[in-house]
């Protein structure tokens, strides 16, 4: 069953970047080796009774003893670009720059240094969920000082890696960790604040992103010429009932609170959707809450988060079908807020985890989306991928499948309707460590058999076919 073969590359730029991605707590492992310090999933995960079988990312892929391994998986592939994150608290044990831990620092290096030596070029991701502990006993993204300490950060990593890293993101899916971690309780640091946490630690981040990019805009650009965004993440919605007013209102009310809630403030008004401020503050209103805006306002003193993304970063995976629930009886919660339930429709296959409808049309018609609501800005699709549970399958055909109508969706968008898509970054080079599903979810276009201390990489069909598209578009740009 060929499949991916069949791909006409003629849609794709000649520098498409063609991509995988990771995250630093997900396959590093080496959690206290070399003088690294805690973060906020170490401590989550050793708590117990969070995580798939209390599994922990101690040593996950063991990508800081074996980044050898990855680099020939990465080689094997024949990617353009790969993406990864740093670990804050490997390189800043405590989150500061009082002390730098060198061997972080040699590790990173390294690790650049041999991709850059390999013809591939680095996206580095700032924070991909895993703050430093210390900083969280410090208030973490809810203490308004965070984001002093990020910039922080962020200069030092531009100081340090810049002359060789030319695309970053400052701060991975900020809509997951807020929900997730402070309002859901499901992923660390594990905080059940329902409706006022949740809006705060996205304002916090959404500054801390702010101060990096006018930190690189201002000391750095000049001298490096990279490009630094956001890593926003988002479904595709439509109504449940498309003649239904309230469905479609509730439609646009789901978008802005999930792309929206960030996207809006960088790439169109500088503030938050109309929808969210009003139903926040009527629903504050309606509950009786009156310690201040739970939606945060922009502060006219700070800088404005308008503008500061030099390229548009989107994780997408699934698709929803919305219906309305505003009148439903609620309490106080982003639930309640959002006035909008996403659902399945039967009609799509599930792969894996039960939340993961496949649906590569949707991507399709969320970057036109982006396209037509937020300027028109050059995307990096950064994550995008099909997941495996139970029995693997080494010979994935249905993900190979996935890949083929996914990509044959984004040439789609590039050829048919002028979007600007620079990349793409296949979620995940590796099988990891997948939050709180913990090893029972595998991603990777390379399998690894955690039950072994070697932790063998092994390509599947899916990273064939996959490294096959990526030597066609390149063996067509030679013969060009």
């Not at 409706?195 to 990019?213: D, F, I, K, P, Q």
């Not at 802005?256 to 969210?276: H, K, N, Q, R």
């Amino acid at each position: 069953m060929a499949v991916l073969k069949q791909l006409p590359v003629d849609a794709f730029p000649r520098d498409f970047a063609w991509g995988a991605a990771t995250a630093a707590y997900q396959i590093e492992g080496g959690w206290d080796m070399d003088g690294k310090g805690p973060s906020i999933w170490d401590t989550f995960c050793h708590a117990k009774g969070r995580v798939f079988k209390d599994q922990t990312g101690d040593v996950a892929c063991n990508s800081y003893q074996l980044w050898e391994e990855d680099l020939k998986c990465i080689q094997q592939l024949g990617l353009t670009h790969y993406r990864l994150s740093f670990s804050w608290s490997r390189l800043l044990p405590d989150g500061t720059t009082n002390y730098v831990n060198p061997k972080g620092v040699t590790y990173y290096n390294k690790v650049i240094n041999d991709l850059i030596a390999n013809a591939v070029m680095p996206m580095i991701t700032l924070n991909h969920f895993d703050l430093p502990q210390a900083l969280e006993n410090r208030g973490g993204w809810k203490s308004p000082e965070i984001v002093e300490f990020f910039d922080s950060y962020a200069k030092f990593c531009f100081e340090t890696f810049g002359d060789r890293v030319k695309l970053w993101i400052t701060v991975n899916e900020p809509y997951v960790c807020a929900k997730l971690g402070y309002e859901d309780g499901l992923h660390a640091p594990g905080l059940k604040e329902p409706g006022t946490s949740v809006y705060l630690v996205g304002h916090n981040m959404l500054r801390a992103h702010t101060r990096a990019w006018h930190s690189y805009d201002t000391h750095f650009r000049h001298l490096q010429g990279g490009k630094v965004s956001i890593g926003l993440n988002s479904d595709w919605a439509e109504p449940l009932d498309p003649d239904c007013p309230e469905d479609v209102a509730a439609t646009q009310r789901y978008m802005d609170f999930i792309l929206g809630w960030f996207a809006c403030p960088v790439f169109c008004t500088g503030d938050y959707p109309e929808s969210m401020k009003s139903r926040i503050q009527a629903k504050s209103l309606q509950f009786g809450f009156s310690e201040g805006p739970r939606l945060p306002e922009f502060s006219e003193n700070e800088l404005s988060p308008l503008g500061t993304a030099d390229f548009f970063a989107l994780n997408y995976y699934t698709s929803r079908k919305v219906k309305d629930t505003s009148s439903h009886p609620s309490e106080l919660s982003f639930t309640g807020d959002q006035g909008a339930e996403g659902v399945t429709d039967p009609s799509w296959p599930v792969c894996g985890v039960s939340w993961l409808a496949v649906v590569p049309e949707g991507l399709h018609k969320l970057l036109n989306y982006i396209k037509e609501t937020c300027n028109n800005p050059a995307i990096y699709i950064t994550e995008n991928g099909f997941s495996q549970i139970g029995p693997v399958e080494l010979e994935d055909t249905d993900r190979c499948q996935f890949y083929q109508n996914t990509l044959q969706e984004v040439s789609k968008a590039i050829r048919d309707d002028g979007v600007d898509v620079r990349g793409y970054f296949a979620w995940s080079l590796l099988d990891n460590f997948e939050w709180a599903d913990g090893f029972s979810v595998r991603f990777g276009l390379f399998h690894l058999d955690f039950s072994k201390v070697e932790l063998k990489r092994t390509i599947y069909r899916s990273g064939r076919e996959y490294a096959a598209v990526i030597s066609r578009h390149r063996t067509k740009l030679e013969k060009t």
